[in-house]
């Protein structure tokens, strides 16, 4: 069944934004530009004009909105993931967007950017390729300095701050932070470009891409006072640093608990969390996500990592139209790396294999569209696959597979 699904085509030249749709484009985002009174504040970028290539921080669907602004009235091309694309192909692809399946090694979109750049436009880049999952820095490719170098062109960045604290990824009700900001930097010139080593240009975007919006909100001041503001955190906080024990957490309005040991932690105004009762083991979220970070490299240090066998069902997404059930089967994470084989209706299996070496990361969704569930996305330059494991049959936490993805990764490189 699987062989017979049309595939999107990656191939087709970048369009460059029809004219008429680059009003619109700021039309759309100007209103919640404006609704959280965003500060941009340009640095070094007198005179810019494109090519040039634009590296964003990701946390939210503001972000979009904001490079829109920054860079009106240019035309450009965004790298956007197959399932933006979902129903709306063409609108997309007018306004400038450029397909990629996240976390492959694809050349061809390197072509298409090199095209971008040869048609005068600026080419948008997330390279953190997924939201942040707790509003600090995600792993960057190690290509970026590589394909910056390629380019030759102007390599700007534009930091956003707010926008997760806002409507953080495991809960995106908008929160009405303002003032948001943004750092609208011009990292190198062409000439400077030309003369700089790789890993000193991925040393520079590196640290210019350290951001903490946790830590941007207390020093601000800026007070969350929605209900709700902790519901879904345990989904990124999913072992519990009392009793250490993984998957039992849960959550509701402002607080955070432990089903296992029955502690609770109240997510304040300011985003701190204090212990109801006893010790705070940690008052800053980035700090108990990295905790977790250390315990997930332990175990890839001892090399005991294993999801176990989780049994999964797959939606297959080989091009925009929609998704399509693939099947029921099974996914296991462990120090080889990703294996799902899954049945389709007419009993044929079907299998993908991720080794380690192939991903620096994955991607990986909280209830998916608010309906589906968390699950895991797995691609190949011709295929998506959304796996879902099933809750009911199961205990897992994609955060952890997520880390895990990545301390795999680079414990090979170590």
Known sequence: MIDNFERFDMKAPPVRTKWYLRPLTLLLSAPDVKKHKCI??????????PPFVLLCNH??????????????????????????????????????????????????????????VKNGDVAVIYPEARYSLCGTTAVLPESLGKLCKLLGVPVVTLI?????VNSPFWNLHDRGVKP???????????????????????AKIVKAFRYDDFAWQKERGIRVTYEGRAEGLHKVLYQCPA?????????????????????EWRMKELSELEAVSGE?????????????????????????????????????LPNAKKFIPLGTGTMIHDMEGFRVKVTDKD?????????????????????YLGKYGDCVDLNTLTDTWYTYPDPEKCEFAVTKMALATEELYYAGKR
């Open 160 to 164: 956003c701050h707010g926008h997760h």
């Open 280 to 316: 705070t083991e940690f008052s800053h979220i980035p700090d108990w996500y990295e905790w977790e970070r250390a315990n997930v490299r332990a175990e890839v240090e001892a090399g005991t990592y294993s999801s176990g066998e989780l049994p999964v069902r797959v939606d297959s």
């Open 59 to 116: 946390n939210a669907f503001m972000d979009f909105k904001v490079a829109t602004k920054a860079i009106y009235p240019w035309r450009a091309n965004y790298v956007v993931a197959i399932d933006g694309f979902i129903g709306r192909e063409k609108l997309l692809r007018d306004v400038g967007c450029i397909c990629k399946r996240k976390f492959t090694n694809d050349t061809t979109l390197v072509r298409q950017l090199v095209r971008t």
């Open 243 to 263: 009793c250490k024990t993984e998957f039992k957490m849960s959550s509701a309005g402002c607080i955070l608990k432990c089903n296992a040991c029955g502690k």
């Open 180 to 202: 948001t900001e943004a750092e609208f930097t011009l990292l190198y010139g062409a000439e400077e470009l030309k003369q700089a080593p790789v890993d000193e240009i991925n």
């Open 40 to 49: 941009i504040t340009k640095t070094g970028t007198e005179g810019l004009k």
């Open 347 to 367: 009993g044929d299996v079907h299998e993908m294999v991720k080794t380690v070496p192939s991903m620096y990361s994955c991607h990986i969704e909280y209830e």
